[in-house]
């Protein structure tokens, strides 16, 4: 099976910091790759498909690049409300796995 | 607007069985794949298992073998997941999440609130 690694684990930044996490691939997935913002106590939610689509409704300060093995999340100027954890997760065949997420917060 | 409800969460002894139940409001249910994933206290998201638009094509992760068995019933706008013989590691959070996708996978773009299995003895 494809195994998913993240890094890093956890990252803290100041708001308006530009923040980049990227999620790794044991072998080539394409562009079948989503990401998912989980903020504590609350119910994942998608942020990005198809590696760099940006879901509707979520804030344009997110972005996702990447193809093959390496995809990177990017938030252009973070705010205090993009705390949380965030998984990046394969679909390109079962089993559909989750990254271990990377945690942001603000320093 | 979308809804997903899971509902059949509890504490359970080791070795028993439960079924959990999502159901589904908002959208054409048969338009579209469902997934089980949980998350275990403190942990991350695990994906537990698929199933597409019209029950035919299933896939369970090997984590939980022949044990979890997906299903769906179209006419009643809910999906299912059969959990036998439970061991205190499936203790977690069950979310039931909508695919944007009928046949394959494009995302999960709706979750459920989530309901807690918790194996104990």
Known sequence: DIQLTQSPSSLSA????RVTMT???????????????QKPGRVPKLLIYAASTLQSGVPSRFSGSGS???????????????????YCQKYNSDPFTFGPGT????? | QVQLVESGGGVVQPGRSLRLSCEASGFTFSSYGMHWVRQAP?????WVAVIWFDGRSKYTADSVGG??????????????????????????????AKDMGAVSARGADYWGQGTLVAVSS
Do not use: H, M
Not at chain 2, 42 to 46: N, P, R, T, V, Y
């Open chain 1, 23 to 37: 999620c790794r691939a044991s072998q080539g997935i394409i562009n079948y790759l989503a990401w998912y913002q």
């Open chain 2, 42 to 46: 403190g942990k991350g998201l695990e």
């Open chain 1, 68 to 86: 093959g093995t390496d995809f990177t999340l990017t938030i252009s100027s973070l705010q205090p409300e993009d705390v949380a954890t965030y």
């Open chain 1, 14 to 17: 100041s708001v308006g910091d």
């Open chain 2, 67 to 96: 044990r979890f068995t997906i299903s769906r019933d179209n006419s009643k706008n809910t999906l299912y997941l059969q959990v036998n013989s439970l061991r205190p590691e499936d203790t977690a959070v069950y979310y039931c």
């Open chain 1, 103 to 107: 945690k942001v917060d603000i320093k």
